[in-house]
């Protein structure tokens, strides 16, 4: 089992396990009033379950619904630098296969969480203290696989070089055993 398949593992038995802890206190979707995006509204005291059901919802929507939804989310962010906004943008960085995808982003937006939201008990900096651990480790893991990949990339090409002066020389050896020969 490989690091990707593992940290995926992990984060969908921690979504799981949220939401088991917490169907007791589930409300339906809230579809923000002004129409201009499908997203979840998120509240001033954040509960992990809340952030976990946006992610939920985010996985059943298309391509082009995310990118409207990223848009909105990140021009809402930029106009209220909202603790909501801020961990709504972190979650859609994190979704894979998308064109806004980016980790390092993610992880400076969850790094950057005011420290005023730490002394609220029912605050996320446990979870999200877990999921800028998780999201590090991945970035980690995708650095050193591209620099795998680089690293392979270079040694095959060493490799063909390597293998076409064999061919010269193997060459060059039968044109002289040919010239020899009466």
Do not use: W
Not at 55 to 68: A, N
Not at 131 to 136: A, E, F, G, N, Y
Not at 138 to 150: G, P
């Amino acid at each position: 089992m490989n690091f990707k398949t593992r940290l995926t593992l992990i984060l969908k038995t921690l979504i799981v396990a949220t939401m088991l802890a917490s169907c007791s206190t589930l409300t339906p979707y809230q579809v923000l009033p002004d129409n201009t995006s499908c997203s979840l509204r998120l509240s001033d005291h954040l509960a992990s379950n809340e952030v976990v059901r946006y992610y939920t919802f985010l996985s059943s929507l298309d391509e082009p619904s995310l990118v409207k939804e990223y848009q909105t989310t990140q021009s809402r962010f930029m106009a209220t630098k909202s603790v909501p906004d801020r961990l709504k943008l972190a979650v859609l960085l994190t979704i894979p296969n998308t064109a806004f995808h980016n980790l390092k982003e993610a992880i400076g937006l969850l790094k950057a969480l005011p420290v005023e939201t730490t002394h609220n008990p029912s605050d996320l900096s446990g979870f999200t203290k877990l999921l800028d651990m998780l999201l590090t480790q991945q970035q980690q893991a995708d650095d050193r696989l591209n620099d795998l990949t680089k690293l392979l990339a270079e040694e095959k090409l060493h490799s063909k070089l390597l293998q076409e002066k064999i061919d010269a020389i193997k060459n060059m050896e039968i044109k002289m055993i040919q010239r020899d020969q009466p």
